[in-house]
């Protein structure tokens, strides 16, 4: 009996192997990765692109003038924070998301699916709290009238995107707790959530 190439660490390890197939699967299927995450991977390169380009342009009023553009480090500051939610909802929707691997890799397929279920219920759980929480926040911004300290423009502008990006999360976790629960009984996610190569 032969498992296919797609279970096996890398394809070189395939072709040593008899007949291009080895018996012994030696890494489990993962969950196929959401077609979605276009949305993060956009984001963060429109965000990148931005924070590039403010940066750009400091150094050159800096240089030229003597003066720098003071004002843009609050939206940095901003676009950093998005940045970070952004690809925190990316990881954790590839299942890349910080993790103690001698606990995830350890122990029967079962345990470690077990783990990783429990991991992204936690993960839903603690960005779920904080999408909540966090619109008090923002109305809190909103009905007071806070402005920003940098630019003086409406705090809410700012604060908005944290429930939004919160309950993202949250989606993508609770997305990877149903695949992790689709999976077959006798397989576990693969460390790292790489998904296993595919033979051409």
């Known amino acids: 009996m032969t498992v296919p190439t797609d279970t096996l660490h890398s394809r070189a390890e395939a072709e040593e192997a008899p007949g291009g197939a080895c018996p012994i699967p030696l890494v489990a299927p ?6 979605s995450l276009r ?3 956009w984001l963060t390169v429109g965000v990148m692109a931005l924070l590039a380009l403010i940066t750009f342009a400091n150094v050159l009023v800096r240089y030229f003038t003597n003066s720098s553009f003071a004002w ?3 939206i940095s ?7 970070a939610l952004v690809a925190g909802s990316a990881a954790v929707a590839r299942n890349q998301h910080i993790r103690i691997e001698y606990f995830a890799e350890s122990g029967s397929p079962a345990r470690r699916r077990r ?19 966090s619109v008090r926040v923002v ?8 402005t920003s300290p940098g630019i003086g423009v409406p705090q809410w502008w700012y604060s908005g ?7 993202l999360i949250t989606l993508r976790a609770l997305g990877l707790l149903r695949r992790f629960s689709r999976l077959p009984l006798h397989e576990s996610p693969a460390a790292g959530g790489a998904p296993a190569e595919r033979a051409p």
Do not use: C, K
């Not at 500051?77 to 940045?83: G, P, R, S, Y």
């Not at 109305?139 to 806070?146: L, P, S, V």
């Open 161 to 167: 995107w944290l429930p939004l990006l919160s309950a």
């Open 115 to 133: 783990l990783a279920q429990l991991g992204a219920a936690m993960v839903a759980l603690l960005f779920g709290l904080m999408a909540v929480l």
């Open 72 to 74: 843009t480090e609050e």
């Open 77 to 83: 500051v901003f676009l950093m924070i998005v940045l």
């Open 39 to 41: 949305i993060e991977d």
């Open 30 to 35: 993962v969950p196929d990765e959401p077609r």
């Open 139 to 146: 109305w809190d911004d909103y009905r007071f009238g806070e």
